[in-house]
């Protein structure tokens, strides 16, 4: 039975960006290998979503077959056969910019390109490319959704800065999606469902809260030697639980068409 739709994985296995300073190596070594091996998972679960009648075919653009060219043809050769497509995005990136296999990287704003895949399509007769949903786990994903919604997709999901809860975020994600979540309700609770996982290693913190007081003190003068004066002071009042900053940057933005649905 025909879906009319198609999945594009994309995924840089090898590559590395920097993360942050304050993130320990071991720490880093950990996010890497949980992303690289995020391709056996796709693998294994490629003929599941296609003998479920999800996808009519499954693009594995991994490792060597990562690059800009790759995912163009699979986009254009799709949209030729009027399925809808969604894309996966498993890798590594920075602010504008999503790690290829193959260079050149892909980039975005005005003149970045991601933009002009769009116009490359047209070279090769499409008039628009029927790509509905990107989700992406690269950090900084984000800052690459107006790019998608440029060339036509009608939602896009990336992380506000670093993503340092990939997976099992992108699971929980693919599944409430599949499972016909809006795409913003998708991302928001794979998001909250991903947070307890890493609660060991991305502690909350406390802060103190605090509130204004009126407190009376003497101060006399010499016509009122028993004068009382009153000050506002701050005094504690209780203690909030705080984020941790690495899970406030994971936060998964959603681009576009919130509503959207598989």
């Given amino acids: 039975m025909s879906t009319n739709k198609a999945l594009i994985v994309l995924q840089e296995n090898s590559g590395r960006v920097e993360l942050p300073g304050v993130v320990p190596a071991p720490l880093q070594d950990a996010i890497f290998a949980v992303i690289d091996g995020l391709t056996v998972?796709?693998?294994?679960?490629?003929?599941?979503?296609?003998?479920?009648?999800?996808?009519?075919?499954?693009?594995?653009?991994?490792?060597?077959?990562?690059?800009?060219?790759?995912?163009?043809?699979?986009?254009?050769?799709?949209?030729?056969?009027?399925?809808?497509?969604?894309?996966?995005?498993?890798?590594h990136g920075s602010s504008e910019n999503l790690v290829m296999k193959k260079r050149p990287n892909l980039s975005g704003g005005s003149g970045g390109n991601i933009r002009s895949l769009l116009t490359d399509a047209n070279s090769l007769g499409v008039n628009a490319l029927n790509l509905r949903m990107v989700y992406m786990c690269n950090c900084y994903g984000?800052?690459?959704?107006?790019?998608?919604?440029?060339?036509?997709?009608?939602?896009?999901?990336?992380?506000?800065?670093?993503?340092?809860?990939?997976?099992?975020?992108?699971t929980?994600?693919?599944?409430?999606?599949?499972n016909g979540q809006k795409v913003k309700d998708a991302a928001k609770n794979a998001y909250q469902a991903?947070?307890?996982?890493y609660s060991a290693i991305y502690p909350l913190t406390t802060r103190v809260r605090?509130?204004?007081?009126?407190?009376?003190?003497?101060?006399?003068?010499?016509?009122d030697p028993f004068?009382?004066?009153?000050?506002?002071?701050?005094?504690?009042?209780?203690?909030?639980?705080?984020?941790?900053?690495?899970?406030a940057e994971t936060d998964l933005v959603v681009g576009g068409n919130g509503n959207t649905v598989f």
């Avoid at 009519?56 to 060597?64: A, C, G, K, S």
């Avoid at 929980?172 to 599949?178: I, R, S, Y």
């Avoid at 009382?228 to 690495?246: A, L, M, R, Y």
């Fill in 227 to 247: 004068k009382i004066c009153e000050k506002e002071v701050q005094v504690p009042d209780g203690v909030d639980f705080v984020t941790n900053s690495k899970v």
């Fill in 41 to 91: 998972t796709f693998e294994d679960v490629k003929t599941t979503l296609q003998s479920n009648n999800r996808y009519d075919v499954v693009h594995l653009l991994t490792d060597n077959l990562c690059s800009r060219a790759n995912l163009l043809s699979a986009l254009v050769t799709e949209t030729k056969k009027n399925r809808t497509i969604d894309l996966i995005v498993l890798g």
């Fill in 172 to 178: 929980f994600f693919v599944h409430n999606w599949l």
């Fill in 142 to 170: 984000s800052t690459l959704n107006d790019d998608w919604i440029a060339i036509g997709a009608k939602a896009s999901v990336g992380s506000r800065m670093n993503d340092y809860m990939p997976e099992p975020m992108t």
């Fill in 194 to 197: 991903t947070i307890p996982f």
């Fill in 210 to 223: 605090y509130k204004k007081v009126k407190v009376p003190y003497p101060c006399p003068t010499l016509t």
